[in-house]
């Protein structure tokens, strides 16, 4: 059989697991997301609505808000006209407010798992049960003060304690709980530089780097200690040589060759992704660790943000403008890091079935076990294919947020941006696409 027909019979497979009809919500989540999608204007309004929606005080100034964005976007779709006609009269315009700013909460309750760690516990460990782990993220974006960034080493740490004792009585899980390398952590949590540090500066790294330096040694030891994972997160390309800078210096220090278990993310968007991915695999060559470095392929979320800042100043996009490129990407990706095993851990994020079945037909092309690959979804984007990938017996985590709703606003419109966009793989599901489209090879 060939390497494609590998990869389509392994999608094929993952597809028969998935639900074959979504739920009534999430059917009305659907048509609701394809209907903004097709009206930019509106899409426009509602994120900016969204955004707005936790410092609202009132229904009214909720409905005030409402009926700004609205008359400002001058939505073309039926539905946009709709909500325009019912937030403009002061007799139903509360009533409008409280319709969208309930779908605003119903989003984030799709894709915040809790308020906090303690009150997310449960959730998790329902997830645990039926065969799924998580990387929990604390909520909150860049730090602009000493204050704000040891307010977030605190949560972090409170978080990895309470991640700790709480998965402690969990059942065993040995697909989740090992690979060929050795025993991996139940408790698991990802962390941002740019809230660990409010010294983030494009053209001096290295400044953001010294300042961070001691609060990462802090949360590194910590899991040490706790036997949990820590993996930090990239963001926008602004701050990509500060957290990759940051990440490979602390953990070539000594006292960090023994562990604790930590990761760190590559964004196959980025047209020099390749060459990071070089400089990451050369300094792993360079230092030896007891625990093999994770690194997260991901496609990369912060894709408008970086299009929309080179064109503002007459830059090339440093990303993929064209899907197809950013997929071939991340599978070209995929080859190197499935050869680079066992000098790294690998874990695929996507929720494209062509590029989770990719990574699999490699990881069995290269004789390799498939619990050596973790398969990571996004909550409230990927719950039904985590149960199915958790239904062929492989190892898969779900990105799980905490927090409350304003400090989850950015995260929030960013998932809203994924869910959207007409040329995703999620959009391309939801309106039906013929499986073998949805296969093909990019």
Sequence with gaps: MSAEDQILAIGRQLAGNLPRSASPGERVDARLLQIVAGDPALRAALFRF??????????????????????????ASRMGRAMLALARPRATRPLAALGAGGGVQRLAHRFIIGRSVDRALPALAR??????????????????????????????AEALHALASGSASWPARPVLEADSLGPLPRANLSVKVTALTPEIRVEEPR??????????????????????????????????ETVLGLVLEVLSEPEFR?????????????????????????????????????????KGAYWDHEVIEARQHGWEPPVF????????????????????????????????????????????????????????????????????????????RVYSPVGDLLEGMAYLVRRMLENTANDSFLAARSRGAPLEELLAAP
Excluded at 50 to 74: I, N, Y
Excluded at 127 to 156: M, Q
Excluded at 266 to 284: F, G, K, M, N, T
């Design 258 to 298: 023994d562990g604790p278990s930590a990761g760190l993310v590559l964004q196959a968007y980025l047209r020099d992704s390749p060459a990071e991915l070089d400089q990451i695999l050369s300094w792993v060559d360079e230092h030896e660790r007891r625990v093999p470095l994770t690194i997260r392929l991901v």
């Design 127 to 156: 997830s645990w049960d039926a065969g799924v782990a998580a990387s929990v993220d604390l909520l909150g974006e860049a730090s602009v003060s000493d204050e704000e960034a040891e307010a977030y080493v605190g949560r972090c």
């Design 50 to 75: 969204t955004d707005v929606r936790p410092a609202c005080t009132s229904v009214a100034d909720l409905g005030q808000h409402l009926v700004t964005l609205l008359e400002d976007a001058s939505p």
């Design 321 to 396: 403008t064209d899907r197809g490129e950013c997929d071939r990407n991340f599978e070209g990706l995929t080859r190197t890091l499935v050869q680079a095993h066992p000098r790294v851990r690998l874990a695929l994020g996507s929720h494209n079935l062509r590029s989770i079945a990719h990574g699999i037909a490699c990881v069995r092309a290269r004789g390799l076990q498939e619990r050596d690959l973790e398969l990571q979804v996004l909550r409230g984007l990927g719950d039904d294919l985590a149960h199915a990938l958790a239904r062929m017996g492989l190892r898969v």
């Design 207 to 240: 400044r953001g780097i010294e300042d961070a330096l001691e609060r990462l040694r802090h949360l590194l030891r910590l899991g040490h200690r706790l036997g949990a994972h820590v993996h930090v997160d990239m963001e926008t390309l602004d701050s990509r």
